[in-house]
């Protein structure tokens, strides 16, 4: 009787259509999430699974560490290089794919061209730009070598300074091309007349771009930048497959260093601890974004 | 009406999410008596040629057993050392499942993770079917927690017809082999192919330079973190070891950047005649026989650590093989497809499909394998015992400060000493960690 009155009261009924996803999300995401934090809080590996809680001495831990400093360094610098090709150089090129010189003749074609690598497999991209990478017989050594540029031979994948770029600058040559076919959807529906008068009033392309093009695709630019530096921190794959974080903890990335703490060194407390810490990371990203999301809404 | 009908749905929704959530039990819950049993079989062989045989193996184990049901596992090298270790955490064990020999396989049977097989193996025929000297590594306080399936070690393989063109023999000292080095460098060949991306590569060198410059009880007190902290891998031995390797590197004796090649990108090398020498696994001869011929190449024992205080007649290897889990339902019958599995018959078929040798009694022979597999078995046998594969046989904890600093030297961006210094601070920690539990 009183249930049958609850139910059908008007008010409970979104929020009875709502439980599902929000019980599905309260399993597999939230939960989670604060297991994760409990779980930092101890002294435990996967094969002897005896808790010893040690506080917040995980935490102090990761101050400490220095792979965690070269870990974070390597974060901003793959979010910094990323930000620059994948937002900047994608927007240059979508522009340059839909002026009226390429488009017509030229436009598909280079946008299949670019657009190619973003659809292959991470392990894919990865071991053949190992090939390309190899220090003897790789294609990019040997090209050097043929241009008379041979002094700028390296082991690409192996010398410590060159590592993380050698890796980022594979990510941009896999995903540059995504985010451009997103500025170039972004681009279609700035009307054709903006330009038109723009070009009537004399303005050249460079100029047509920055006050039109910049300025009316600044939505997708907003979301694009925020979506790659967040892709930045929680990059793993593409590392893990060529360089595994190698030469001696050059390349590593919080991602990856948090796998190897968890599942080599059978410190699952500290990485909990590290898993922490790349929530807050990202959590703070995703707030910002969402706030610029909205102010942009406002505009 | 309609209302109502929809409420009952979207709590019957509820319902079945709420019981797809928590209603998963742990497999294997039928009982053991009168339905099939199911063993779970977990190993690190995904190669076709690999899987055919277990497969072969499973066929013939069911036929004879219609009760029980084997169903196999199998992922890479590399992916093996997490997965099992996720397999661990989450409580899915598999009843049977690869492990290496040595630090690997005791914290297993530390943690409680690993079966008792001495009863098992010590008190049926089973003792007299495999070599007893490969289950060694795999005890832990005395009692057998892993049973072998195969027998490996680390040997300097080259290019007979090079070594012939300069006048070359296999050399028996360090000084012999650093002329050997030097001559094909002289002649513009490359000495040794080495792909040490990832470093395990570089491990097998250091723990064969390690087991031959440092006594071995010195070493054996480092390893097992007994020896007291202050002294934990402070024998000269080690600087010497990483120096070395070091000066393999300095001489340019190795390729080019081998932080930068996988070791199978440096094997191809070494088979299209592209460097004079490799140190590889007894297991790959015959990949290498394959590629260039089984009669293009011979191996020599590497002399690494003439003028050593460790034992120069070790040879760097280890068995490879397999752990059941401690609290499998089925104890009976998952030792029973072990002792299958690793039988002499089953040993056979294995070196025949495959080539590499069985630790079988009996499984290597001329009929069986190749002549230089054969050759490499007895070097095992006249070997005065195995060093354990470095990067298994100490606690992972220090492996995962070792392993790097090796690649750093490689790099030159450490010193021998520095790396030793920080393998010292990770011992104290990890000798530490071990005493407060």
Known sequence: ?299 | MNRKFWTLISLLLVAALLLAACGQKPSGGESAATGPVTIRFFHKWPEPEHMEFYNFVIQEYEKTHPNVKIVMESVADEPYKDKIRVLMASGEVPDIYFSWAGEFSWKFARGGQALDLTDAVMNSDWKDKIILSAVEPYKWQGKIYGVPMRINAKFMVYNKAMFEQYGLQPPTTWDEFLAVCETLKQNGVTPIAFGDEFPWAASHYIGDFNAKLVDPAVRQADYLLTAPAEQLFTDPGYVEALSRFQLLMDKGYFNEGPNGISHSGARSSFIAGKAGMMYIELEEFVTVADGMGADAFGFFQFPSGTGGKGDQKLLTGAPDGFMVYSKTKHPQEAIDFLKFLTSPEMGKEYVKRLGIPSAAVGAVSAETALPIVVAGVESINTASGMALWLDTDINIKIVEVYLPGMQAVLNGTKTPQQVMSEVQEAAKTVQQELKNQ
């Open chain 1, 1 to 299: 009787m009183t249930i049958s009155r609850l139910f059908s009261a008007r008010r409970l009924t979104p929020y009875l259509f709502l439980l599902p996803a929000i019980l599905v999300m309260a399993t597999f995401v939230y939960l989670p999430i604060i297991e994760n934090f409990y779980y930092s809080l101890f002294r435990w590996s996967s094969i002897d699974p005896r808790f010893t809680f040690v506080g917040l001495n995980n935490y102090k831990r990761i101050l400490s560490d220095s792979i965690i400093t070269v870990s974070l360094r390597n974060n901003v610098l793959y979010a910094v290089i990323s930000v620059f090709f994948q937002v900047f150089i994608a927007l240059v090129l979508a522009a340059i794919l839909e002026g009226r010189v390429i488009r017509p003749r030229w436009g598909s074609f280079f946008r299949n061209m670019l657009f190619l690598p973003s659809v292959l497999a991470i392990t894919v991209v990865g071991i053949t730009w190992q090939l390309i990478y190899r220090p003897d017989t790789g294609l990019l050594n040997q090209f050097l070598e043929g241009v008379g540029l041979g002094f700028l031979k390296r082991t690409w994948l192996g010398d410590e300074g060159t590592a993380i770029y050698s890796v980022i600058a594979v990510s941009q040559w896999q995903w540059v091309g995504y985010v451009m076919i997103l500025f170039i959807v972004a681009i279609q529906a700035i009307p054709e007349e903006l330009y038109e008068s723009a070009r009537i009033d004399g303005a050249n392309l460079v100029s047509q771009f920055i006050h039109i093009t910049v300025p009316l695709v600044r939505e997708t630019t907003l979301v694009m930048t925020t979506i790659t530096v967040i892709g930045a921190f929680k990059v793993f794959d593409i590392v893990w497959v060529m360089t595994a974080g190698g030469p001696n903890h050059a390349s590593e990335v919080l991602g990856n260093y948090l796998y190897r703490v968890a599942f080599r060194n059978d410190e699952m407390g500290y990485a909990a601890a590290i898993a922490s810490l790349l929530f807050i990371i990202t959590f703070l990203l995703t707030f910002v974004q969402l706030r610029l999301g909205r102010s942009g809404e406002e505009v």
